[in-house]
């Protein structure tokens, strides 16, 4: 008997454009093709489960066979659905050479696949059905997404990646003040007070009772950080402290910002020195009230990347979603500093707008390097360019899971 051994890492578009989420599957040995679940209108059978659980060991997918089929069949019922709603519906030459594609990729003919695939009990329709669903999606996408994604040459530039950089990091306190209109005056005045300050408790004491970051239960400390991910307009300023020195007020808006210096040292470690920084913020009416922060907690745990947030504002105006990549040195210095602080999916909410009435949720997406000449251009741009494609398609995909009717039978 033909023996197969596929790592699924290696299987090409086709095979990762299914999603490899954990669910749980029953699997009746009776009556295979009665009904398991139904997808809208459509219908996933028991054996449907089986065949796709057997498949996936024989590709050496990771993870539970079982509870991956009956994730990638739901979404091959919802691919499928949109593809038809769209008008397109790949012939079965398209399918046929799909397979072959597929197979080449194992070093097989199709036939050779196919006859391996039956040696181990999974039946060529099985097969089959994996492709045409994943042709008509990836059909789908192009005709939808391809046109939308357009490239600049600054864009391209920014992406293009590099290392180099400073080895110092510093280790900081941070005091975050808001300074609404009424009591800008009296917080400047405060601040400047505490400038003053060169004892690390007294000032941790001072940012445990007036700080709005989420470092003030820390009384304000922050972890090391590399010199090269604080704002430009920051850096010389820090470098300029001796340990247990104070910055003078720094003014930002609707806040006023001091930092510490408790620590400075130079590593072995070369950082990267960034030519972008992707962030995305997202605006809450009404500033720090309770109300608004509970708002910001609840939202925090519904998103993990910048692209959850379109979700979140659809159908709101457009200006209350802003998603930036931009040089640091273009960046804000108060909204600069805070990205300093996360890695990319977490969030910021230390920052307001509308003199303290707007409540910035603020997200990093992510940071990239600065230009390698050595990349080939037209490569890179086509690779940025098929990964923002992806992104629409993944986030177009949870939009029709979301509106879906998925029950288990």
Known sequence: MQQLTIPFRKLGVLALSVALTFGSVPVEAQNLFAPAIRVNDAVVTEYELEQRARMLTVLSAPGNPSALAREQLIDDRLRLQAAETAGIVPSDQEVQDGMT?????????????????????????????????????????????????????????????????????????????????????????????????????????????????????????????????????????VLALAPGEVTDPIPIPNAVALFQLRDIEETGFTSPTYGAVEYAAYYLAGGRSEATLAQARVLASQVDRCDDLYGIAQGQPEEVLDRQTLPPSDIPTDIAFELSKLDPGEISTALTRSNGQTLMFLMLCGRTAEINEDVDRNQFALGLRNQRVASLAESYLSQLRADARITEQ
């Open 101 to 237: 594609e597929f197979s080449d990729r194992t070093g097989l003919s199709r036939d050779e696949f196919i006859q391996a695939l039956e040696s181990r009990g999974v039946a060529e329709q099985t097969f089959r059905d994996f492709v045409r669903a994943g042709l008509s999606w990836r059909l789908l996408v192009q005709a939808r997404f391809s046109g939308r994604v357009n490239l600049s040459e600054e864009e391209v530039d920014r992406a293009l990646g590099a290392s180099g950089g400073s080895s110092v990091r510093v280790l900081l306190s941070e005091i975050i003040m808001p300074a609404p209109p009424p009591e800008a005056e009296a917080v400047r005045a405060r601040a400047e007070q505490i400038s003053e300050i060169t004892s690390e408790a007294a000032f941790s004491a001072q940012a445990r009772q007036f700080s709005a970051t989420a470092s003030r239960g820390a009384g304000g400390r922050l972890p090391w950080q590399n010199l090269e991910d604080l704002p430009p307009v920051l850096r010389p300023l």
